[in-house]
T-cell receptor, first 113, second 113 residues
Framework: GAGVSQSPSNKVTEKGKDVELRCDPI?????LYWYRQSLGQGLEFLIY????????KSGLPSDRFSAERTGGSVSTLTIQRTQQEDSAVYLC???????????FGSGTRLTVV | GDSVTQMEGPVTLSEEACLTI???????????LFWYVQYPGEGLQLLLK?????DKGSNKGFEATYRKETTSFHLEKGSVQVSDSAVYFC????????????FGQGTRLTINP
């Protein structure tokens, strides 16, 4: 597509429920990143996919968080048993090569009540 | 480790005022430096970048110079507009080929007419 597409744009969920967030990167971009933006905080790296390589999961805050990328394209970030501290904007970005910057999606605002 | 520190916000200015948002970094390698902007309700957009010492990135009237001696990449604009109201993020790629960007905490800028 023309840009990075994320869905849903907003998600309100009850504490303890599972949620899935979707990212559709720019066609042909081999690298895909998930970041989390909490209120008043910077961007926190979560996970990175590059081609067929094993993902870099070093930023995932707990084992309740997982992500997959199917066919080298669409990615899904799953949060199990959501907690109130999971409330944040989850940003996805993709890039073609290492040197440049990222192209970000508009994010999914997750609110856990 | 690698890190980025930005001046704390929020910053409020009048239209046509001069802007400086400070950014300093620590990095073990030779980083590339970036400024991203996030307009209300949108994802982050790359504003400008510099890949080596003394490079100056510029875009939309904004400038930033890569200063290795002071490990800084301050964002400047001579005359701001209301439309510049946004959150600005400084970021670095620790070295060429590094997979992840490291972001500062963001600085919210509000321009009043």
């Amino acid at each position: 597509g023309a840009g990075v597409s994320q869905s849903p744009s907003n998600k309100v969920t009850e504490k303890g429920k599972d949620v899935e967030l979707r990212c559709d990167p720019i066609s042909g971009h081999t690298a895909l990143y998930w970041y989390r933006q909490s209120l008043g905080q910077g961007l926190e790296f979560l996970i990175y996919f590059q081609g067929n390589s094993a993902p870099d999961k070093s930023g995932l805050p707990s084992d309740r968080f997982s992500a997959e990328r199917t066919g080298g394209s669409v990615s899904t970030l799953t949060i199990q048993r959501t907690q109130q501290e999971d409330s944040a904007v989850y940003l996805c970005a993709s890039s073609l090569v290492y040197r440049g910057g990222y192209t970000f999606g508009s994010g999914t605002r997750l609110t856990v009540v | 480790g690698d890190s980025v520190t930005q001046m704390e916000g929020p910053v409020t200015l009048s239209e046509e005022a001069c802007l400086t948002i400070n950014c300093t970094y620590t990095a073990t390698g030779y980083p590339s430096l970036f400024w991203y902007v996030q307009y209300p309700g949108e994802g982050l957009q790359l504003l400008l970048k510099a890949t080596k010492a003394d490079d100056k990135g510029s875009n939309k009237g904004f400038e930033a110079t890569y200063r290795k001696e002071t490990t800084s990449f301050h964002l400047e604009k001579g005359s701001v507009q209301v439309s510049d109201s946004a959150v600005y993020f400084c970021a670095l790629r620790p070295f060429q080929g590094a997979q992840k960007l490291v972001f500062g905490q963001g600085t919210r800028l509000t321009i009043n007419p």
